[in-house]
């Protein structure tokens, strides 16, 4: 099993409903794409995290993940959804 996290730091003045969509967008779209088992999604409890938003999904294997990240889905995903309110971005890939 591989876990993928994916952390977003946000742009100034992005609203909370603009963060809400990202995740609301991803556990709908990235979810369905082949290779991914679990998809969880939410916001951080601490209003003054650096990382605001976070992913974390599970893979059964480094193959599954790489298929996942040139998907046209999850592509398409990034370019519409995370890069126009994404200041940073970071990421942690770990198998069990």
Known sequence: ML???????????????????????????LAAIPGVINLRAGTSIYADDVFQCALVMDFENVTALESYRVHPTHVKFVDEIVNPIAAEIRRLDYVE
Do not use: F, P
């Open 3 to 29: 876990t993928h996290i994916v952390l977003y730091k946000l742009k100034s003045g992005v609203t909370n409903e603009q963060a809400q969509a990202l995740l609301r967008e991803a556990r709908t779209r």
